[in-house]
């Protein structure tokens, strides 16, 4: 099926530092999200974005977080600075219609 | 608030049985209703979805059986399989209006089919 493409898969970051996260989405969709997984428990909506926009972002969006799709490239979530409870996997996802389809996540730990 | 919640958080079955897992939400204004299968160290992969409009949604072995009354779900597997070991995430979202289709998720379920 379809993959999103998530880049990299684990990346270990100090504490007050900046972390990109990169995704390829599926080509032809249209909406990007980013989801948080805190170890053991579920998946929470962080942010959505179409059109060059966010959409919606949710209590977990911190200021500190950004978003952005510049054309053609990769859709990144950028954390600056980063904090220890920043510490979690995070997924991207993207869709056209209904389904939504996530990659495999990347593992951010945060020391 | 809890907007999804899924019961049992574990279950174990042995191999051919039925597994059944439990799904709840609060929102009346969901509407579209994926479940999605994820084994460690992978991203969630959907595997079956209903709209509200419907009571029922079968993909082999897979079915949802929806209950818009009561706002329960579940998700039955019949003659289970060692591979369908993994985590079963219920999900809930106001359907893709325009395309954009926010999930809010449950806790998920661990199942584990015993050979």
């Known amino acids: 099926g379809p993959k999103v493409l998530q880049i990299p898969s684990h990346q270990i970051i100090d504490m007050g530092q900046m972390v990109t996260l990169n995704c390829d989405p599926v080509?032809?969709?249209?909406?990007f999200y980013w989801y948080k997984q805190i170890l053991g428990q579920q998946m929470e909506f962080l942010v959505n974005f179409y059109n060059g926009k966010v959409m919606e972002k949710s209590k977990l969006f911190k200021d500190q977080f950004s978003v952005e799709r510049p054309d053609g490239s990769y859709f990144t979530l950028k954390i600056q600075p980063t904090a220890l409870e920043d510490s979690a996997v995070y997924f991207c996802?993207?869709?056209?219609?209904?389904?939504?389809?996530f990659g495999k996540g990347t593992r951010l730990t945060v020391v | 608030q809890q907007q999804v919640r899924q019961s049992p958080q574990s279950l174990t079955v042995w191999e051919g049985e039925t597994a059944i897992l439990n799904c709840s939400y609060e929102?009346?204004?969901?509407?579209?209703f994926p479940w999605y299968q994820q084994f460690p160290g992978e991203g969630p992969a959907l595997l079956i979805a209903i709209r509200s409009v419907s009571d029922k949604k079968e993909d082999g072995r897979f079915t949802i059986f929806f209950n818009k009354r009561e706002k329960k779900l579940s998700l039955h597997i019949t003659d289970s399989q060692p591979g369908d070991s993994a985590t079963y995430f219920c999900?809930?979202?106001?359907?893709?209006?325009?395309?954009?289709?926010?999930?809010?998720f449950g806790q998920g379920t661990v199942l584990s089919v015993i050979p």
């Open positions: 999900a809930a979202s106001e359907g893709a209006t325009g395309g954009n289709n926010k999930l809010t």
């Open positions: 080509s032809n969709h249209l909406y």
């Open positions: 996802a993207s869709s056209l219609g209904q389904q939504v389809f």
């Open positions: 929102n009346s204004a969901f509407d579209y």
